[in-house]
C-alpha cells in the first residue's frame, strides 16, 4: 500500500525554467511534509518542509503546496538550473517529532543547458 | 562538523549470509534512524532509535534488527540473507527525533549474491 506516491518517474525541463513536480498522498494523518533530493552515490539531503497547517512555504527558489483537501503537494523550483538535476523524494510524516517518514517513489528531475 | 558516517560503502554476501551495517551519526545527534532504497520503491523505512531504545518500526521481517549504542551509534543487522535484500541502506540521525533535519549517511550498497 503506496501511502505516498509519486507518479511522474521522471521530468525533463530546460534551464530557466520552472520545474514542477508533484506528490499525492492517501493517509490524513499525515501532517508533515518534506522534499529530499538525492544525487548518485550520495544520501538524500533535506531541500525543504510545510507543516499541514500552511498552504505554501517558500525558501528562495525553491516553493511547496500543499491541498490538503486534494491530498497533493507539489515543489517548484524557479529558475531551473542544472545542478538542480537530481532524484526527488517526497515524503510524509504523521508528526513533526520523528526520524519515519514514508517516502514516495522519487522524481528523477533533468534540467537541460 | 562530520556528517553522518556508514560502514562499510560496499557489501558483497551471499544468500543465507548475515551481515552487519554500521553508522556514526552527527555528534549530538540521538536519533537514528535505518531506510533500505530499492529501485522504484523509494526509501522504506525500516526502525528508529533513540537513546538506545526502539521508538519506531517498520513493516520489515524479523530477520531485519537494530541496537543503538550509548554513544548514539547504531548498527542494523540482517541474517538470512535473501536475493531481495539487495538494495542501498542508508542511516539518518536527527537531535531531538526531529525528521525536519533528518540528515542522512551515504548508504552501505548491500549485494546479495
Known amino acids: 500500500d503506496q501511502q505516498v506516491k509519486q507518479n511522474s518517474p521522471s521530468l525533463s525541463v530546460q534551464e530557466g525554467r520552472i520545474s514542477i513536480l508533484n506528490c499525492d498522498y492517501t493517509n490524513s494523518m499525515f501532517d508533515y511534509f518534506l522534499w529530499y533530493k538525492k544525487y548518485p552515490a550520495e544520501g538524500p539531503t533535506f531541500l525543504i518542509s510545510?507543516?499541514?497547517?500552511?498552504d505554501k512555504n517558500e525558501d528562495g527558489r525553491f516553493t511547496v503546496f500543499l491541498n490538503k483537501s486534494a491530498k497533493h503537494l507539489s515543489l517548484h523550483i524557479v529558475p531551473s538550473q542544472p545542478g538542480d538535476s537530481a532524484v526527488y523524494f517526497c515524503?510524509?510524516?504523521?508528526?513533526?517529532?520523528?526520524?519515519?517518514?514514508?517516502f514516495g517513489q522519487g522524481t528523477t528531475l533533468q534540467v537541460k543547458p | 562538523k562530520a556528517g553522518v558516517t556508514q560502514t562499510p560503502r560496499y557489501l558483497i554476501k551471499t544468500r543465507g549470509q548475515q551481515v552487519t551495517l554500521s553508522c556514526s551519526p552527527i555528534?549530538?545527534?540521538?536519533?537514528v534512524s535505518w531506510y533500505q532504497q530499492t529501485p522504484g520503491q523509494g526509501l522504506q523505512f525500516l526502525f528508529e532509535y533513540f537513546s538506545e531504545t526502539q521508538r519506531n518500526k517498520g513493516n520489515f521481517p524479523g530477520r531485519f534488527s537494530g541496537r543503538q549504542f550509548s554513544n548514539s551509534r547504531s548498527e542494523m543487522n540482517v541474517s538470512t540473507l535473501e536475493l531481495g535484500d539487495s538494495a542501498l541502506y542508508l542511516c539518518a540521525s536527527t537531535t531531538v527525533g526531529g525528521n525536519e533535519k533528518l540528515f542522512f549517511g551515504s548508504g552501505t550498497q548491500l549485494s546479495v549474491l
Open positions: 510545510i507543516s499541514s497547517i500552511k
Open positions: 515524503a510524509a510524516s504523521g508528526s513533526s517529532n520523528t526520524g519515519k517518514l514514508i
Open positions: 555528534s549530538g545527534h540521538r536519533s
